[in-house]
């Protein structure tokens, strides 16, 4: 079984998992609204971590962040990152983009490939294997995730790394503005009046063992799929086929009355929310309750699905449904258990599910002690 060992968050909400579920189950949120930030003519809301805070004339405030959340999560455990037996996954979208523009300088131009950036993270730590990166859109932290189990399973290595992380810049900020994308005010999941999503600022941690024998108190990624229904550039099937068909192989045979909620993607945008609503439907999960996290982060791209998925375990972990903050009023044409307060459970699994550019898609079960 692949056992989730130790995890991390650093975001605008805190450095660790236990401050940022601390303020996500207080309600509070990191969503702000800036103008004239990188020289947009065009205000955003977004949640953005404090730059100066992170500065670093070795690495980037990307590379930084994932350094110092993989240091913390590696904290309580006695893993040798300098074994061959471990394994460092990067997720990410943008990574480091904004080098593109000609006016940042102090770092060499190569670091804006991904795989470059990959390597100042695991060369920092003396690990000798080349790490991978997955950058599959939004999805990208679910995949880094499916990844990790694979190799796991293969037996090549002992522990598996992984790592989301992705932060704003004018690149990214411009790039959804000019796809209408983004809300003029907080975002709203699911909600009637839902005018599209924010950004936000992350790097989120999960480490990865596989174990023969596990206990109750221990997080087990049961299952996990990524389907591509290749529906469009940038819209996502109106029928929801990819999201309904990763909902389905990651359920299995599980019976849906013990999956405690589906944190969903719910990026507030009208298509998106739309599309999930008819994939749960589909795969005969509308009585499960639903919740989204954007409205504390934003979209934290690459980071979102780990981010996510360690919020979502420590709700379970306190018998908790977490509000999905922004959502007043349903507003999507399929029937979906969505509540802007938080609630109680005493089930043990959960499915994370994103969606994201390109019709890609992707589902994982966890579960608390295993599948029961």
Not at 160 to 181: E, L, N, P, R, T
Not at 207 to 216: A, H
Not at 332 to 347: A, F, G, P
């Amino acid at each position: 079984m692949i056992v989730c060992v130790a995890h991390n968050i650093i975001s605008p909400l805190g450095s660790t998992s236990a401050e940022n579920y601390a303020a996500v189950k207080s309600g509070k949120s990191a969503l702000r609204k800036y103008e004239g930030l990188w020289g947009l003519p065009e205000p955003f809301v977004a949640s953005l971590l404090d730059r100066k805070a992170y500065a670093d004339e070795n690495h980037t405030i990307d590379e930084r962040i994932v350094i110092d959340s993989i240091s913390n999560a590696l904290e309580n455990t006695k893993i040798d990152v300098t074994s061959k037996k471990v394994l460092f996954i990067i997720s990410t979208t943008k990574g480091n983009v904004f080098l593109l523009d000609e006016s940042e300088n102090g770092f060499p131009k190569e670091r804006v490939r991904l795989g470059m950036m990959a390597r100042q993270i695991s060369k920092h730590f003396g690990n000798p294997n080349e790490p991978i990166v997955v950058s599959n859109a939004c999805i990208s932290g679910v995949c880094a995730q499916i990844e990790a189990m694979r190799y796991l399973e293969s037996g090549e290595f002992d522990y598996v790394i992984v790592s989301g992380v992705d932060v704003q810049s004018a690149f990214i900020v411009s790039g959804f503005q000019s796809f209408k994308a983004l809300s003029p005010d907080e975002c709203k999941p699911f909600d009637a009046n839902r005018q599209g999503l924010n950004l936000g600022d992350a790097a989120a941690t999960i480490i990865y063992t596989k174990k023969d024998e596990v206990s109750e108190n221990e997080w087990i990624a049961c299952r996990g799929a990524i389907r591509n229904d290749a529906n469009h550039i940038s819209g996502p099937s109106r029928v929801g086929e990819g999201s309904f068909r990763a909902l389905k192989v990651a359920l299995g045979d599980l019976e849906s009355e013990k999956i405690a909620f589906i944190n969903a993607h719910g990026t507030a945008t009208s298509y998106n929310d739309e599309m999930e609503s008819i994939a749960i439907e589909r795969a005969g999960l509308s009585s499960i309750p639903v919740n989204s996290l954007k409205g504390y982060y934003g979209h934290t791209m690459g980071a979102a699905g780990v981010l996510e998925t360690i919020l979502s375990m420590q709700a379970v972990d306190n018998h908790n449904i977490l509000a999905t903050r922004g959502f007043d009023t349903l507003g999507v044409t399929h029937h979906l258990d969505i509540s802007n307060q938080n609630r109680t459970t005493e089930k043990r699994a959960f499915i994370k599910l994103l969606s994201g550019f390109g019709g890609c898609n992707a589902a994982l079960l966890m579960a608390k002690g295993g599948l029961q």
